[in-house]
């Protein structure tokens, strides 16, 4: 049976992430950046939505050029809120994860997936598992995104690149070679700036080209794994299967209050499903954690965090609930905005069955 792997990237994902937020800015150019801090515009760029690109703003550019390309263009500026696109990443490969048979997160805002089995090697129920995909993350985040599907990881991420803003390409293994063939080789998976200058030097610029190359003459500069892995990849052969993410570091879950409050009760009340939601998946992974982390995204779209560390990792989730509380107040007596959206994260995870809950470890005699 032919596989049938597939790989999905969000757009713009930072910037877009600001706009869902803050709708009204949609339209102007906006950019994500990282202030140093130095003085008052140092840093760069992380990312900018499609309208900035149109005036040549780019990831990793100081922000100072940035500034200047946008003069006069109404531009928006937004410091970079790492926890919050975090927050939205879990979401997003937990929404995946329930279309897939396997999924493994390859970044902040991209993962490849296997649907072999569920689809049984059929390219056209894979093409419709991908549209609910999007479909979901569009109708749970409100996000765009870009979906590939091919016979290999490489092939899948060509495909999502390709079809990139907002679109689906389905390569079917049958026509792997015209999709691929006039490509830069530049563009393959694993292939940097420069491994592409020494391919360049041995006359390879085309996939086409790296894929009818000689393996031996690649040994040389490329030594021997990476030599087979580039000339099977051109040629849409790698077997690199799709691996689940073996150790997560954190899961978190934040929501959207029903109304803005200063409470942190009524916050913990309205994350009741989050919390149940979290746990269920700690117990069914076997995982503890020793710190607990309370999440808060103010009206000002500010975000607070809090933290708790214990001694002995926690099994279940709901003996914190009044730490969370104690976690939720020290914010609300720290701000004068109120909370807009609230989220809890568990991190300093352990997996070791028959490990004892705090409860278990506080009765026990
Ligand atoms: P990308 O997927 O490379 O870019 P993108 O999602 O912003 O845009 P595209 O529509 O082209 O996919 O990166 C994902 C996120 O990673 C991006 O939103 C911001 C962050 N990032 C940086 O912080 N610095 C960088 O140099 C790059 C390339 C990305
Ligand atoms: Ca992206």
């Known amino acids: 049976m032919a596989r049938v792997i597939g790989h999905v990237d969000l757009d713009y994902f930072y910037a877009q992430v600001e706009e869902v937020e803050n709708p009204s800015i949609k339209g102007r150019p906006v950019a994500v950046c990282v202030f140093s801090g130095r003085s008052e515009d140092s840093g760069v760029v992380s990312t900018a939505n499609y309208k900035a690109r149109e005036f040549g703003v780019r990831s990793g550019m100081p922000i100072t050029a940035a500034k200047k390309r946008l003069e006069g263009k109404d531009p928006?500026?937004?410091?970079?809120?790492?926890?919050?696109?975090?927050?939205?990443?879990?979401?997003?490969?937990?929404?995946?994860?329930?279309?897939?048979?396997?999924?493994?997160?390859?970044?902040?805002?991209?993962?490849?997936?296997?649907?072999?089995?569920?689809?049984?090697?059929?390219?056209?129920?894979?093409?419709?598992?991908?549209?609910?995909?999007?479909?979901?993350?569009?109708?749970?985040?409100?996000?765009?995104?870009?979906?590939?599907?091919?016979?290999?990881?490489?092939?899948?991420?060509?495909?999502?690149?390709?079809?990139?803003?907002?679109?689906?390409?389905v390569v079917l293994p049958e026509s792997t070679g015209s999709f691929m063939g006039g490509l830069d080789v530049a563009r393959l998976y694993g292939v940097g700036p420069k491994t592409a200058t020494t391919l360049g030097g041995l006359g390879i610029k085309t996939v086409a080209e790296l894929a009818q190359a000689d393996v031996a003459l690649l040994d040389k500069p490329f030594g021997k794994k990476l030599a087979f892995y580039l000339h099977a990849a051109a040629n849409g052969d790698d077997d690199d299967p799709v691996r689940e993410n073996q150790n997560p570091t954190q899961f978190s879950r934040i929501i959207t209050l029903k109304s803005d409050t200063t409470d942190p009760e009524e916050a913990m009340s309205q994350l009741a499903e989050a919390e149940e939601d979290l746990r269920s998946k700690l117990a069914s992974r076997e995982t503890s954690f020793r710190t607990v982390s309370a999440i808060a995204i103010l009206t000002d779209l500010s975000t607070k965090t809090r933290s708790k560390t214990f001694e002995m990792p926690i099994k279940d989730l709901s003996t914190v609930r009044s730490a969370l509380v104690d976690l939720f107040s020290q914010m609300s007596d720290s701000t004068d905005r109120e909370f807009r959206r609230v989220g809890i994260r568990v991190s300093d995870l352990s997996t070791s069955p028959g490990q004892k809950s705090l409860a278990e470890f506080l009765e026990s005699p």
């Open 76 to 169: 928006v500026i937004i410091r970079m809120d790492i926890a919050k696109y975090e927050a939205v990443s879990d979401r997003i490969m937990e929404l995946v994860r329930s279309h897939v048979d396997v999924i493994e997160k390859a970044g902040i805002d991209e993962a490849f997936f296997d649907l072999t089995n569920s689809s049984q090697g059929d390219y056209k129920s894979a093409a419709e598992a991908a549209k609910g995909i999007k479909q979901s993350i569009l109708d749970e985040e409100h996000l765009t995104c870009s979906v590939g599907i091919g016979r290999t990881k490489v092939i899948a991420k060509l495909a999502s690149d390709t079809a990139k803003p907002g679109g689906l390409l």
